[in-house]
C-alpha cells in the first residue's frame, strides 16, 4: 500500500507520466468537518496513515501529480446497506455505529471529476465529498424508513466501544471543495439524495 505504490510513481515520473493518485478524508483525525486542503496531515487510523505516507512522498513531484482526496464512496449499491435491508425484512435486528460518520459521493461523480482533471491535466491537491456526514445510525433509521421496514429493529452501537472494532473512530469525514468549486464549478453533492439513489435499488 506503500512502498510499491511509491516505486511504482517514481518509474512513472521518470518517464514523464502525469500521475493521479487517489487519496482519502481519512489522512485527517476527523476532529472537525470540512477539512481543507492545505491543512496539516493528522492520520489517526492505519489506513489513513498508509496514504498519508504515500502523499508525503509524491508532494516531492509537485507539478507532475494530482491527489484526490475523497469521502466514501458509493456505488450503484453498497453490500452493507443490502445487507442491512435484507436483516430488516427477515425481522432481525441491526446494530449500526452511532459515533461512526460517512459522507457519500457517488462513483460516477468521482470519474466525472477525474475525467476533467485528466482533460486538464490539473495538478495540485483536490477534495471531493459529501454535503454532510451522517452518522451510520442515522443512515440505518433513512434505510428503513425509506423502505417501510421495521425501524424498532435497529438497536444502534457505539464503534468506540465494540471489541469487534479496533481502529480509531474517526468523528467527522467532510472535506472543503473550494478548489474543485473554483476551478470546475463543482459543489458537494446532497448526501440524503445520493442515498436514496442506492435505498431505491434495494426495494423489492
Given at each position: 500500500?506503500?512502498?510499491?505504490?511509491?516505486?511504482?510513481?517514481?518509474?512513472?515520473?521518470?518517464?514523464?507520466?502525469?500521475?493521479?493518485?487517489?487519496?482519502?478524508?481519512a489522512?485527517?483525525?476527523?476532529?472537525?468537518?470540512?477539512?481543507?486542503?492545505?491543512?496539516?496531515?493528522s492520520?489517526?487510523?492505519?489506513?489513513?496513515?498508509?496514504?498519508a505516507?504515500?502523499e508525503?512522498?509524491?508532494?516531492?513531484?509537485?507539478?507532475?501529480?494530482?491527489?484526490?482526496?475523497?469521502?466514501?464512496?458509493?456505488?450503484?449499491?453498497v453490500?452493507?446497506?443490502?445487507?442491512?435491508?435484507?436483516?430488516?425484512?427477515?425481522?432481525?435486528?441491526?446494530?449500526?455505529?452511532?459515533?461512526?460518520?460517512?459522507?457519500?459521493?457517488?462513483?460516477?461523480y468521482?470519474?466525472?471529476?477525474?475525467?476533467?482533471?485528466?482533460?486538464?491535466?490539473?495538478?495540485?491537491?483536490?477534495?471531493?465529498?459529501?454535503?454532510?456526514?451522517?452518522?451510520?445510525?442515522?443512515?440505518?433509521?433513512?434505510?428503513?424508513?425509506?423502505?417501510?421496514?421495521?425501524?424498532?429493529?435497529?438497536?444502534?452501537?457505539?464503534?468506540?466501544?465494540?471489541?469487534?472494532?479496533?481502529?480509531?473512530?474517526?468523528?467527522?469525514?467532510?472535506?472543503?471543495?473550494?478548489r474543485?468549486?473554483?476551478?470546475?464549478?463543482?459543489?458537494?453533492?446532497?448526501?440524503?439524495?445520493?442515498?436514496?439513489?442506492?435505498?431505491?435499488?434495494?426495494?423489492?
Amino acid at each position: 500500500n506503500v512502498d510499491n505504490i511509491i516505486d511504482l510513481a517514481n518509474q512513472l515520473f521518470s518517464k514523464g507520466i502525469f500521475v493521479i493518485y487517489m487519496s482519502t478524508s481519512a489522512v485527517f483525525d476527523g476532529s472537525k468537518s470540512f477539512r481543507k486542503a492545505e491543512e496539516t496531515l493528522s492520520p489517526i487510523t492505519e489506513y489513513g496513515k498508509q496514504r498519508a505516507d504515500v502523499e508525503s512522498h509524491l508532494s516531492c513531484f509537485a507539478d507532475s501529480v494530482t491527489i484526490l482526496r475523497t469521502t466514501k464512496v458509493v456505488g450503484s449499491t453498497v453490500p452493507l446497506f443490502r445487507e442491512r435491508s435484507a436483516r430488516l425484512r427477515a425481522n432481525k435486528s441491526i446494530h449500526p455505529f452511532s459515533d461512526m460518520t460517512l459522507a457519500p459521493i457517488p462513483l460516477k461523480y468521482v470519474v466525472s471529476v477525474l475525467k476533467m482533471i485528466i482533460d486538464r491535466r490539473t495538478n495540485g491537491i483536490f477534495q471531493l465529498s459529501g454535503d454532510r456526514d451522517l452518522s451510520y445510525k442515522e443512515v440505518a433509521f433513512m434505510e428503513a424508513e425509506y423502505l417501510g421496514l421495521k425501524t424498532e429493529l435497529i438497536q444502534p452501537i457505539m464503534a468506540s466501544q465494540y471489541d469487534g472494532y479496533k481502529e480509531p473512530v474517526i468523528k467527522y469525514t467532510t472535506l472543503d471543495m473550494e478548489r474543485l468549486k473554483n476551478l470546475f464549478g463543482i459543489i458537494p453533492p446532497k448526501s440524503e439524495w445520493i442515498l436514496h439513489q442506492i435505498f431505491s435499488i434495494l426495494e423489492p
